[in-house]
């Protein structure tokens, strides 16, 4: 199914979407989005490093005939694009993740589904027909979890898991805490059901119609607890999966995570998301990964960590081409996707867009998203004179230095 060719006049760039979708947000799930770590530099340096480069268009160039595709995940992209995976999508739109599957697949766009996801990768992968998905995973320290749902995505058509190596412990998101962070009682962690040892039964005082008191029990769902060092005795975490207990894992390194997890996922491909430094990826080579995802969770992680841009050319000098190198974070313009290509990365990775897409309208919301996106890149590209995505090259950009002098890379 084509999409509509017409513009949405409310709505002709993701900072407007952006805008749109902070009123259709509660104050709750737009801070959960939109927020970054400590003071939110990162976050905001995510963004404002593409403004460092600028484009050097080359003119007198046939391109009447554009291709904008990639290959990836043995599918042919409509753009060197994907969505990256964000937790907890039906905060923004009652169809959630079903309804970015649903646009995705029309698209022709890759999706990548969060762990923590208010959908079931099932339900997910249903939803995206032929469309490929990856499976963003934590590797959580009873490894009997994750064992169960690697399996699940395998049997589901999952192309890879995207490993988060960037959250031994998770950021200090000040909104999170001040708004004592939950997810509402009518949404769950889909991929994580209840058993019957995840719910506890209590007293509740109750008084009748006469004013005395009678004690009935009520279920409810226990307490859950984060992982501690006592001593030299490590605890794992206790109660039902949740984000806050279950996905820090200070316990993953490289000589016994990787492995195992390439043992326990084959034939899915392996990825490591969350390497900001050349050293990392020279270890993510040698322990054979299938490919690299330049990432620092979107800002909310370490705040002063590099722009996940400012990382990417050291990243890609050291893979030298041997994996493919993938970059997220602070894409809000076709240009920008131009700009990383033309820094070495083969590909990159959306989430916020797609979140103010769905919480303007849903399916539709998120298609205009990725259209918008879709239509800058290909104008970028023909305005700066290249037809095809593999030859993007540092030869097209120039960096601006703080005097405001250019130099070439």
């Known amino acids: 199914m084509a999409h509509s060719t017409e513009h949405d006049l409310n709505c002709l760039t993701i900072a407007e979407l952006e805008k749109i979708a902070r009123d259709r947000m509660d104050k709750q799930t737009r801070d959960y989005y939109n927020e970054g770590a400590d003071s939110g530099s990162t976050l905001a340096e995510n963004q404002s490093a593409y403004n460092k480069y600028r484009i050097r268009p080359r003119v007198l160039r046939d391109?009447?005939?554009?291709?904008?595709?990639?290959?990836?995940?043995?599918?042919?992209?409509?753009?060197?694009?994907?969505?990256?995976?964000?937790?907890?999508?039906?905060?923004?739109?009652?169809?959630?993740?079903?309804?970015?599957?649903?646009?995705?697949?029309?698209?022709?766009i890759v999706m990548g589904l969060s762990s923590f996801s208010t959908t079931t990768l099932e339900d997910v992968a249903e939803a995206s027909g032929h469309n490929a998905n990856v499976l963003q995973l934590y590797l959580f320290e009873e490894k009997q979890h994750s064992i169960e749902l690697i399996e699940r995505a395998k049997k589901a058509g999952y192309k890879a898991v995207l490993l988060t190596v960037d959250t031994p412990y998770l950021g200090r998101r000040n909104l999170e805490i001040r708004n004592q962070f939950k997810l509402p009682a009518h949404l769950k962690i889909a991929n994580f059901a209840e058993n019957p040892d995840d719910m506890e039964e209590i007293e509740n005082e109750s008084g009748d119609s006469q004013g005395s008191q009678q004690a009935k029990k009520i279920r409810r769902r226990r307490a859950s607890s984060v992982g501690y060092q006592n001593g030299e005795r490590r605890v794992a975490p206790t109660g039902p999966i949740t984000f806050h207990s279950h996905a820090p894992n200070p316990l993953l390194s490289w000589e016994d995570s990787i492995p195992w997890l390439k043992e326990v996922a084959h034939p899915m491909e392996v990825w490591v998301k969350g390497i900001a430094t050349g050293e990392d990826a020279l270890l993510a080579i040698h322990h054979k990964v299938d490919g690299i995802v330049v990432s620092n969770h979107g800002g909310r992680q370490l705040n002063g960590a590099l722009a996940t841009l400012d990382a990417l050319p050291e990243v890609v000098e050291a893979v030298n081409k041997r994996v493919p190198v993938h970059v997220d974070g602070g894409i809000r313009h076709g240009t920008d996707i131009f700009k990383a290509l033309a820094l070495g990365a083969d590909f990159c990775w959306i989430g916020r867009p797609v979140l103010w897409g769905l919480a303007y309208k849903g399916e539709e919301g998120v298609a205009l998203a990725l259209r918008l996106l879709s239509d800058e890149f290909r104008l970028c590209m023909s305005l700066a004179g290249v037809t095809r995505v593999s030859d993007i090259s540092k030869e097209y950009l120039v960096k601006m230095n703080r005097d405001g002098f250019v130099s070439k890379l």
């Open 63 to 108: 391109v009447s005939r554009i291709d904008t595709s990639v290959p990836i995940f043995g599918q042919r992209n409509a753009i060197p694009m994907g969505v990256a995976p964000t937790a907890m999508q039906r905060l923004a739109h009652s169809e959630g993740e079903i309804a970015t599957a649903r646009a995705c697949a029309k698209a022709g």
